[in-house]
């Protein structure tokens, strides 16, 4: 197979994930003090599905412009999500590490990379609230505010996330798409 063609199915991959992202942090509910949504499966999704870098960047990409659409919070606040959100995938990645050969990874190897890319977003987005909450002199109350809501989100991550994983595979792999991925990677 030829190179500029596995680099064009990782590049349009990354961006059809990265646009999943921006729209299904769209569907969101306020709960707690903050918003619950399924960005963050998808996010997780992104580095199992592209692995750690191309995934970050999907999943840092979406995020970004999804707050830069619709929110006017400035330059540090979009380098704050892209940089967290590409974090959370890089570590899903990292764990997941390389598929071999098409194969799908193991269910526990799925989860445990889940698991430790959706609580290293759980920290990066409490030290931000910290950071915020310390500066207008209430962090501890910032923080009480936005951890319910955002271990909720945590949580149907690490679960939608390899459901979803587990669910697409398959025909990725059957459209010769997985495979390509895997070349690239």
Known sequence: MKKSEIQLTRIVFGAVLAALVFVVTLFRFPLLGSKVHFANAVCLLSGLLLGPVWGGFAAGLGSALYDMALYN???VNLLITFVSKFAMAWVCG????????????PVLRVVVACVAGALSYVALYMLKTAVYGAIAGNAWAAMASKFPASIINAAAAMVAAPIFYHAVVPALKAAGVLRKLDEAA
């Open 73 to 75: 919070e400035g330059v």
């Open 94 to 105: 990292m764990i997941a590490g390389k598929r071999s050969g098409g194969k799908v990874q």
